[in-house]
T-cell receptor
Framework: EAQVTQNPRYLITVTGKKLTVTCSQN?????MSWYRQDPGLGLRQIYY???????DKGDVPEGYKVSRKEKRNFPLILESPSPNQTSLYFC??????????????FGDGTRLSIL | KNQVEQSPQSLIILEGKNCTLQ??????????LRWYKQDTGRGPVSLTI?????NTKSNGRYTATLDADTKQSSLHITASQLSDSASYIC???????????FGAGTILRVKS
């Protein structure tokens, strides 16, 4: 089954404790992206990757890092999490970039709470 | 500034009724417009993608329209079902760099 898998689905942690949210897709998609979703706001892009070893900042990259060492994986790293990073996070992938007519496939989200 | 605005913010309808959700955008230049359905606790799922030349596109009971001149789109849901209860997100691709601009969504609740 074609899917985007995120782990963990839920995480409660404390300020400053490094964490990684994994994202994996099995569709051989070139493009992958991370978003955060906060109440009353649309999805906001954190980072995106056009292909292996090619990553770029989205609209809200501060406090986050990503890597794309393999085509299928695109982990999101919070080196020193802070409470303002408490949010619902989505990973997405598509065959090609945002300007194409290819739909994005989203994971089911990771709910992070930073205390 | 490239923006996507959706209305209403939320909507409650009776099962079996039709409804229409609106999306206005200022994104320019325009590449395509997408509608996504997001069930509670799940990621968004694509319903339709429309390019500049398409003014109507259907996916089952969902029909999206696009007026590129007025920069407006609507999503019409026919004969609503309880499973249609979800958030519906309008997304426009375009602007410099061909980025996706997301609306805040319309929360639809269908009740029996």
């Amino acid at each position: 089954e074609a899917q985007v898998t995120q782990n963990p689905r839920y995480l409660i942690t404390v300020t400053g404790k490094k964490l990684t949210v994994t994202c994996s897709q099995n569709m051989n998609h070139e493009y992958m992206s991370w978003y955060r979703q906060d109440p009353g706001l649309g999805l906001r892009q954190i980072y995106y990757s056009m292909n292996v070893e090619v990553t770029d900042k989205g609209d809200v990259p501060e406090g986050y890092k990503v890597s794309r060492k393999e085509k299928r994986n695109f982990p999101l790293i919070l080196e020193s999490p802070s409470p303002n990073q408490t949010s619902l996070y989505f990973c997405a992938s598509s065959l090609s970039g945002e300007g194409s007519n290819q739909p994005q496939h989203f994971g089911d989200g990771t709910r992070l709470s930073i205390l | 500034k490239n923006q996507v605005e959706q209305s209403p913010q939320s909507l409650i309808i009776l099962e079996g009724k039709n409804c229409t959700l609106q999306c206005n955008y200022t994104v320019s230049p325009f590449s395509n417009l997408r509608w996504y359905k997001q069930d509670t606790g799940r990621g968004p799922v694509s319903l339709t993608i429309m390019t500049f030349s398409e003014n109507t596109k259907s996916n089952g009971r969902y029909t999206a329209t696009l007026d590129a001149d007025t920069k407006q789109s609507s999503l019409h849901i026919t004969a609503s079902q309880l499973s249609d209860s979800a958030s519906y997100i309008c997304v426009v691709s375009g602007g410099h760099g061909n980025k996706l601009v997301f609306g805040a969504g319309t929360i639809l609740r269908v009740k029996s």
